[in-house]
């Protein structure tokens, strides 16, 4: 099944959508969790509640490219996962409980507006990244995508870890003017 059959389905809420997604992306999805997570259980975990984000997310999202959505959303996921057992273990969790009983009363953290304004951020993002040099996209992307350290990337690449740093540092800079030219800032 083609990505946009998949989208087509969860346009019409139509169940089979996840069906499709599981079957297609499942594997990615779990080899991205566990990147980032301890346990298979946790991994297991993670994609369990991407299904579930992928279904009250799209729409209104409408994701060019349906496996890095995936993907990107797993890493989140995995992340806030991370955080959350890194908070337990070092407050016991009593605050995350007492965040957590209050959280039914709260309005949801994401608002339509917000979902727009990260589609519109995300889309300046990648014209931005097709502006620059192959050198200064790869290395940005190796960074903030796929979580290299500097060190790591110099390694990588075969270049000097001043170079890394000196064109992260210009790409972060030219991002921020472009965004701010854009009024994205």
Known sequence: MTDEQILALFEKRDEQALHA???????????????????????????????????QEIPPAKPENLEAFIVTLTKRTALDLVRRQQAVKRGGGQTAASLEAVGDTLPAAESVEDTISRKLLTEAVEHFLDSLSAD???????????????????RKFGISGAHVRKSLMQTRRKLKQYLEKEGLL
């Open 21 to 55: 997604v599981s079957a297609q992306y499942r594997t990615a999805a779990l080899r991205t969790a566990k990147k980032y997570l301890r346990t298979d259980e946790d991994a297991e975990e993670c994609v369990s509640d991407v299904m579930m984000q992928l279904w």
């Open 136 to 154: 200064a996209r790869t290395i940005f992307t190796e960074r903030w995508h796929n979580d290299a350290s500097p060190r790591e990337i110099a």
